[in-house]
């Protein structure tokens, strides 16, 4: 009897490392009636892939590593009212469960910012393997999910006039990664 | 372990002077306090003046900042709010925004005032103030209302409790002085 490997419901397999010149990792958040964002650079990323289809990805960033417009700005994301780099300066992230339905993909898994862990789904699509010029092979997986950040302990605010928070709560959190076979 | 104490009073003997010293007393063993006597010094703040170098009386206060381990504050109100010398310093001491002396910096607020509120309201905005610097401000505080019958003829505060309070914030300070100096360590290895 043979066994055949439904490529529609499971991830290719080895150990895949993330392009960090194409990647990108990013977010954006709901501040002053518009919408602010960032990147994290660098980041790094595995997903190993098991022959018997178990997969797990991780990835991880320096705080150092937030970039924004404005010098002040980026010193204030560095310090104790956001992502605190002295005493927490990696944020990072561990899955538990991938699962995969054709072109759309669900990760679940553990993301530690500010030395806090809680529990994220991401969803988003995942591509096919390719050649890439280089040589190499390579397939790419964009991720979405939404935080809420005082989970994590960044509680910083400022009122508008209006007595309203001028930030938002919800953070959302985007991974576009070209994942390359080592 | 280095303590810089400010005295948001120029007074020479002030009530928060004398509740600096108390702090001093009560400091962990291998802690010690420096009460930074610069203040009155401090120019008002005008960015014309702002530049490197900085005004001497800048600089100095400045060094002393960087030098220390952490910083414990003590301040009157005045008009329920920072006595406006104090404050001035901050403001010099928070420039530039990004790089400051004061940022990480593991900052405790205690206040002291004649009247029954022990300067609550002006601890209250210089953490706010402290925080926008980028400060790693404690959260405790300590309120010595009504002074003049808190402190002893060698000034001593005479209520144990407030002074189990004193205790209680500046070992909070020392211990988030000495993470922060763990976690500096661990990032410069891993550089």
Redo the contacts between chains.
């Keep these: 009897m043979s066994t055949v490997l439904d490529t529609t419901r499971t991830l290719p397999n080895g150990t895949w490392s993330v392009d960090p010149t194409h990647s990108h990792v990013g977010f954006d958040i709901d501040y002053m009636g518009g919408t602010f964002r960032g990147t994290f650079s660098p980041v790094t990323a595995t997903l190993a892939v098991g022959d018997d289809g178990d997969a797990t990805l991780t990835g991880s960033a320096p705080v150092s590593g937030v970039h924004v417009q404005d010098e002040n700005l980026a010193a204030h994301l560095q310090s104790p009212d956001f992502f605190d780099a002295e005493l927490a300066p990696e944020i990072s992230f561990r899955s538990t469960d991938i699962e995969r339905s054709g072109d759309e993909i669900t990760v679940r898994g553990s993301l530690e910012v500010r030395g806090v862990e809680q529990p994220v789904v991401l969803r988003g699509t995942i591509g096919e393997p390719a050649e890439d010029p280089y040589g190499g092979l390579r397939f790419s997986v964009r991720l979405e999910t939404t935080v809420d950040r005082t989970a994590f302990g960044i509680t910083w605010n400022n009122p508008l006039p209006t007595g309203e928070p001028a930030l938002a709560k919800d953070v959302r959190l985007v991974a576009e990664l070209y994942l390359v076979k080592s | 372990m280095k303590v810089l104490g400010i005295a948001g009073s120029l007074r020479h003997d002030s009530w928060n002077r004398k509740l600096l010293r108390a702090a001093a007393d009560v400091l962990p063993s291998d802690a010690e306090l420096e009460i930074w006597d610069g203040l009155k010094a401090v120019p008002p703040y005008d960015e014309d003046d702002d530049h490197d170098p900085a005004p001497a009386a800048i600089a100095q206060m400045r060094e002393a900042i960087a030098g220390a381990d952490a910083v414990l504050i003590a301040t009157p109100e005045y008009n329920s709010s920072i006595p406006g010398q104090l404050k001035n310093a901050l403001d010099w001491a928070s420039r530039p925004?990004?790089?400051n002396v004061l940022?990480?910096k593991p900052v405790a607020i205690v206040g002291a005032s004649t009247g029954v509120f022990g300067a609550a309201w002006a601890q209250a905005e210089l953490r706010k103030v402290l925080?926008t610097t980028?400060?790693?401000?404690l959260d405790d505080g300590v309120s010595v209302g009504r002074a003049p019958e808190q402190f002893d003829g060698s000034g001593r505060l005479v209520d144990l409790d407030i002074e189990n309070s004193l205790l209680a914030v500046v070992e909070k300070l020392v211990d988030q002085a000495r993470?922060?100096e763990r976690?500096?360590r661990?990032?410069a290895v891993?550089a």
């Excluded at chain 2, 980028?134 to 401000?137: D, K, L, S």
């Design positions: 925004l990004a790089t940022r990480n925080a980028g400060a790693r401000v993470t922060r976690a500096r661990r990032i891993a």
